[in-house]
């Protein structure tokens, strides 16, 4: 058996047959990068992850004009010491040392100071921005106009064979396959972007057919989406009467176009979600008013039913002549006792006229006649009462029971005259 050969003490010195272990390697890499100082540098923090506490925290730090970025992490103490400097899109210095993981080999910074990159910072004017704006009203919720249901057309603003413009127009048609769109391809990013992107918002909210506007583009880093922050692209979707949906970016990014935008969408595929119905949810629903409606109509006309049917099995129904008995007996029921009362009042008044009768024929003076008396009256019709009242040859009407006499006074004896 061959003898083991001895370690290579130098990297160049080791071959196919006498390689390293990896873990030297990785140790004298660890060693090596041990010995750089630490460095202050500039850049732009990206992709920031803060844990509570104390505990390491965790970010990118992007250079601010090469395509370049690296892990950086922290204790909790220096990202709370960094104050507002520690926001995602905030340009910072730091005081760095590369720090090197043997267990993974991962390469990264420990940060032992983060301060922001001057007090002009884009962190900083945004934020004075928004105070400003907010001041004003531009984004109090009173301002915010309702999306239509469904939308005769949509305006989309999004750049030129985008994804996100692929996006809204597939996840939108697939839920309504007749939508329209009114498309308007911008810059979006860099120094064309807030003035095309504010001039499309114009355009569109000037075209009657459009119902809603929808500004959109995918995710990016912070400086790219600044043209979304620009004032004249809010005062321009602030001024739209067609309601305006911001679907920039994805969840964690907040240009200030999402605070003046009547409806603000987590991403383009959300946006697209929210503008139009789901056809096959609005068929579902109205399937479900259709059953309802049947088994509501069926119901009220099943209770009818019944209750029609429980009306035909009453007595009245019947016979319906039976009611009509009943009241036709009460009437004449009432009618008998209401002659039977009249009745007994004229009996009880003829009576009392027949006892009267027989009272004033008792003391009238044609009973008096009756007995053979004779009334004499004057030619003038005085009654004579006294005989020194007439004189010889005066004429007289006696009125007798019945009929009366003309006599002739011829002659008086004893006080008393005579008549012929």
């Not at 750049?159 to 007749?178: F, K, Y």
């Not at 309601?243 to 994805?250: D, I, L």
Request: proline letters at 5%.
């Amino acid at each position: 058996m061959d003898e083991k050969q001895p370690s290579a003490r130098l990297a160049r010195e080791t071959t196919r047959e006498n390689p390293w272990p990896l873990s030297r390697l990785l140790d004298n890499l660890d060693r090596y990068i041990d010995r750089i100082d630490a460095t202050w540098v500039e850049a732009q923090v990206i992709e920031y992850n803060q844990r509570p506490g104390n505990r390491m925290s965790f970010f990118k730090a992007k250079d601010l004009e090469a395509d370049m970025s690296m892990q950086v992490k922290a204790f909790g103490g220096v990202i709370a010491a960094a104050g507002s400097a520690m926001q995602a899109g905030a340009r910072v210095v730091m005081r760095v040392k590369p720090d090197f993981y043997t267990k993974t080999g991962d390469l990264a910074l420990m940060a032992a100071e983060i301060h922001p990159a001057g007090v002009g910072g884009l962190l900083e004017q945004l934020e004075r921005l928004k105070q400003q704006l907010a001041a004003e009203g531009l984004f109090s919720r009173e301002h915010k106009k309702p999306l239509p249901f469904l939308p005769r057309r949509v305006g989309l603003i999004c750049g030129h064979q985008a994804r996100a413009e692929a996006d809204v127009i597939e996840n939108a048609t697939r839920r309504w396959p007749l939508v329209e769109f009114e498309i308007r391809e911008v810059a979006v990013q860099g120094d064309r972007c807030a003035p095309e992107v504010a001039a499309a918002i114009g355009e569109l909210d000037a075209i009657a057919e459009v119902d809603v506007i929808v500004v959109t583009r995918g995710g990016g880093a912070f400086e790219d989406l600044l043209g979304f922050s620009d004032e004249q692209v809010v005062r321009a979707a602030f001024a739209a009467v067609t309601p305006v949906v911001s679907a920039v970016g994805h969840e964690e990014d907040t240009p200030l176009l999402d605070w003046v935008a009547d409806f603000r969408a987590s991403t383009p595929t959300d946006a697209a979600k929210r503008i139009v119905p789901d056809l096959e949810a609005e068929l579902e629903l109205m399937e479900r008013g259709r059953q309802k409606m049947r088994s509501f109509v069926s119901s009220r006309i099943e209770s009818g039913l019944e209750w029609l049917a429980a009306l035909r099995t009453r007595p009245v129904m019947q016979n319906p002549a039976a009611s009509l008995e009943e009241r036709r007996r009460d009437i004449d029921h009432g009618t008998e006792a209401l002659r039977l009362r009249v009745g007994a009042i004229l009996a009880r008044y003829r009576q009392e006229l027949v006892s009267s009768r027989a009272t004033l024929t008792a003391i009238s003076p044609r009973a008096t006649l009756e007995r053979g008396y004779t009334v004499l009256r004057l030619p003038n019709k005085t009654l004579v009462t006294d005989a020194a009242a007439v004189k010889k040859g005066d004429l007289l009407e006696a009125v007798l029971a019945r009929g009366s006499l003309v006599a002739s006074v011829v002659g008086t004896n004893q006080g008393r005259k005579e008549a012929n």
